[in-house]
């Protein structure tokens, strides 16, 4: 095969997952075409889910695999794809980087295009670093410390990443600056302009969501995701060569990848165009053995050689590849990062003493030692949620749980028979319960109680039973009891004030949500209570 | 030279520009609609009640045969007009839980609209649960998907602050194809409610507003009556063929429903809710909205000063 083709071949590949992986995270979301058949379900509630296999990704993904089989001591759903990718890579080094990552396939664009480096400065910058041990530290890290019962692969994981960066910062950032335009252009009195306002919502909403989405600490997960990207003014693809954990996985297991770069010293005149054009640092070039734990595979140096010097062949054993390097010190220090960190995460009393009240997880969630095993940070569940009630935790969670889902009620709340969360959760972090199980069970996710002094019929300021109608539980867990209460103008006037009964009550947090007291609600959701701990219970017979 | 305005005279001229744009603007405001879509209640106030009796019967051919006893929908709903239902789809349930509007009436009453010459039948209601999941599961979705019928999503953009004039609502965001319309049905259920004893017709137009809504309950009978004033519907069908008896308005459970095979067609709002709290056993002098609807002329509840008509299946 001509090189030229080998690196159509990438490039196409590289596309055609990109889009993919888009494809799927825009479907990531309740079904706007889910209707039920009434005519069949007059009396059955069919459990509505996403139309698309949106946890792929993370199937393929084997730094997942792993950190879940380590600390959660589950096989996950559909494992064998990163077994099958493990084994590829045996075969052909990290060719996930190179064709497949849509991580990668981003930085990839944003070096390349416009590049900042040239000549001199590039050659330097292709050399190969010392930093590059920083990603096998970083792997170690979070290896161990699953091992140890906190996974943490998440945060820095190229999937969970980019799925949380775009999900929660790049498209409710951008979704919300065209829904803010196409408010302002429909509220106008001009015909015309009125209907295009609705229209460019009608499309833009599918992709970017209803009204105005918001995530807790998006902020920090933007910034974060725009520095990475701006790392590859400094080294091309940055992020691939130094700092990707599941990229140092890959490259521990290339050691060993069949297929090796040759090189043919006798016809290389050293015009460093090879090195020039390396996306990996992998020392293509002629007197210094070349790296196949660095190596993304991009071909840029077989396509670019004038000479034809350099070929890719399939050699078998015992032929070896020059083996990672990792220095003593990333490894030495990787281990003690891996142990300490799951030790200081428990040290704030989170998991041992008692949770945060405001940590309410997802209904269905695990219990929080085995959700803090299992759960990656990705996602995938806040970007589900039909209501935008689950949040990246910011410290609710303890430092073991940053980044872990967290309802907040005043954002939103937890539809009643809704399920979708746990449906897509792609290492069973949240179980995938049906609505029945969730209602009959039923599932709390925590319990709520009223600020009497901030409620309206309470504190004398009038009727209102917004919380109570809104319970959705049957009989309803909120209740009123009539009283009369003497105005400030001496008029007496009956109102009902409301009651929590704590039996019935599933933490759904409508109550909060709706309440006209906004800001802190005169009724909020607290976790205790919640199904998924024994622990934080409140009644004896629960 | 002479003829270059100075740059005091181009400021005055830009001030004098804007201010008048400005108050164009401000005139031109919130009266967009509103002069068909409230088809008076002058001539022949009428009310039809449709019972189901037979075992199985078919709660479309009864919807149809309602309408016909009310002289056909094409009495209604002229040939190229756009035509609004607004149904009670605010809670994300099935429709055995009878929390919203039973979609075959929904479907049987979109057909009827096509059938006299609608141009375009739209369906909206600014849902309390998540839209998209009340759509789906409500049956709505459904309906509009085998009918034709647009299903209006709303959001914010679509709910514009607009006069109501009413006693105690002044200025209040309305969700806007209620208004664009040229024939409003309202098309409520029947259900039990904390506050305003029951929620019928007149009650269901606190779903085709937006704003603050969770703030209506500290006075709900006027702003019922504020709203229902508003939006003054040509015909009010309310769907009993299920209604909710027990802990409305949200429901949740079978043992909360009754099943009652009605359908209660009016072109008095008033006297459709009078009629339908029967169902319920609850006095309409109890009720405070029904009282204070009459009392401020949106119809008369004393059932006897209309023709009412009994369509049996």
Not at chain 1, 483 to 511: E, H, K, N, S
Not at chain 2, 233 to 251: F, K, Q
């Amino acid at each position: 095969m001509k090189a030229r083709h080998l690196i159509w071949i990438r490039r196409i590949s590289q596309g055609v997952f990109l889009a993919l992986f888009l494809f799927l995270l825009i479907q990531t979301r309740f079904p706007s075409t889910a209707y039920q058949d009434y005519s069949l379900t007059m009396t059955t509630e069919q459990d509505i889910r996403v139309a698309y296999p949106v946890s792929f990704f993370f199937q393929l993904d084997p730094l997942i695999w792993l950190t879940s089989l380590l600390s959660g001591h589950v096989w996950m759903k559909g494992f064998l794809w990163a077994v099958g990718v493990l084994l590829l890579t045996l075969l052909l080094g990290r060719f996930f980087c190179g064709f497949v990552c849509p991580l990668g396939t981003i930085h990839h664009m944003v070096s390349v295009i416009r590049p900042t480096l040239k000549g001199k400065a590039l050659i330097e910058a292709n050399q190969k670093m010392r930093s590059e041990r920083i990603k096998y530290f970083l792997l170690i890290a979070v290896l161990v410390s699953a091992l140890f019962g906190l996974n943490a692969a998440g945060i820095l994981d190229p999937m969970s990443l980019l799925f949380r960066s775009l999900t929660l910062a790049v498209f409710p950032g951008v979704g919300n600056a065209i829904k803010a335009a196409c408010d302002v252009i429909a509220a106008s009195d001009i015909k015309p302009f009125n209907l295009l306002g609705y229209a460019a919502e009608e499309i833009a909403s599918p992709l970017f969501g209803y009204g105005y989405p918001a995530y807790q600490t998006g902020w920090l997960i933007g910034g974060f995701f725009l520095t990475i990207l701006f790392l590859n003014r400094i080294r091309f693809r940055f992020w691939c060569r130094t700092l990707c954990p599941l990229g140092a996985l890959f490259g521990v297991v290339s050691r060993f990848s069949l297929l090796k770069l040759e090189k043919n010293e006798g016809k290389c005149t050293d015009c460093q165009k090879c090195t020039l054009a390396c996306q990996g640092a992998a020392s293509p070039g002629p007197a210094v053995d070349w790296d196949s734990s660095e190596c993304l595979l991009c071909f840029n140096c077989f396509n670019q050689c004038p000479e034809d010097a350099i070929t890719f062949r399939f050699r078998w054993f015992p032929a070896q590849n020059r083996g990672p390097d990792m220095g003593r010190r990333a490894v030495l220090g990787g281990l003690a990062a891996g142990v300490s960190i799951p030790l200081f995460g428990r040290l704030d009393g989170q998991v041992y003493r008692v949770s945060d009240p405001r940590l309410i997880r997802p209904p269905g969630s695990a219990e929080e030692k085995d959700f803090l095993r299992l759960c990656q940070r990705c996602g995938l569940c806040m970007k589900v949620c039909p209501t935008n009630v689950i949040h990246p935790a910011l410290a609710e969670g303890g430092m073991a749980g940053f980044w872990t889902p967290r309802l907040i009620m005043t954002l939103g709340y937890c539809e009643y028979t809704c399920t979708l969360c746990g449906s897509v959760c792609p290492t069973g972090a949240i179980a995938g319960i049906t609505g029945k199980e969730k209602v009959e069970r039923p599932i709390r996710i925590g319990s709520a109680y009223l600020d009497r002094g901030r409620c309206l019929p309470w504190s004398g300021n009038g009727p209102c039973i917004v919380c109570e109608e809104h319970c959705p539980t049957s009989p309803k867990a909120i209740y009123l009891r009539p009283d009369t209460q003497t105005r400030l103008d001496g008029t007496r006037v009956t109102v009902q004030l409301p009651y929590v009964d704590l039996g019935r009550c599933v933490g759904c947090g409508i109550c909060e949500n709706k309440c006209p007291v906004k800001g802190k609600p005169a009724i909020r959701v607290m976790a205790a209570g919640e199904t998924r701990s024994v622990k934080n219970q409140i009644l004896l017979d629960i | 030279m002479d003829d270059a305005i100075t740059r005091r005279e181009a400021i005055k001229t830009g001030l004098y520009l804007s201010g008048s744009l400005a108050l164009a603007c401000a005139a031109g405001w919130p009266d967009h609609g509103l002069s068909e879509a409230h088809a008076e209640v002058k001539k022949g106030r009428f009310l039809v009640e449709g019972a189901g009796e037979t075992p199985g019967y078919s709660v479309q051919t009864l919807t149809e045969k309602v309408f016909e006893a009310a002289g056909g929908m094409g009495a209604f709903v002229s040939r190229g007009d756009v035509v609004v239902i607004k149904p009670n789809i605010s809670w994300a349930r099935t429709p055995s839980l009878a929390a919203s509007t039973n979609p075959e009436v929904l479907e049987a009453v979109i057909r009827l609209a096509f059938n006299a010459g609608a141009k375009k039948v739209r369906i909206a209601d600014n849902t309390i649960h998540n839209a998209e999941r009340c759509f789906a599961l409500t049956g709505a979705a459904m309906a509009a998907q085998k009918t034709g019928a647009e299903l209006v999503h709303p959001r914010s953009s679509m709910m514009q602050d607009m006069k109501m004039q009413g006693h105690r609502l002044d200025v209040w965001p309305v969700f806007v194809p209620l208004v664009e319309a040229d024939k409003v049905i309202n098309l409520p259920i029947a259900k039990v409610h904390g506050l305003s004893v029951l929620t019928l017709g007149m009650k269901n137009w606190i779903g085709g507003v937006g704003g603050r809504r969770n703030a209506l309950h500290q006075d709900m009978h006027q702003t019922i009556v504020d709203l229902a004033h508003f939006f003054k519907p040509t015909l009010t069908l309310i769907d009993a063929i299920r209604i909710m008896v027990a802990n409305g308005p949200s429901g949740g459970n079978e043992s909360d429903v009754a099943v009652t095979n009605r359908l209660i067609l009016s072109n008095d709002p008033v006297a459709a809710d009078v009629k339908a709290a029967g169902l319920f056993h609850v006095a309409p002098a109890s009720v405070g909205y029904m009282v204070l609807a009459e009392k401020q002329g949106l119809g008369i509840s004393d059932l006897t000063t209309l023709t009412e008509k009994r369509v049996v299946l």
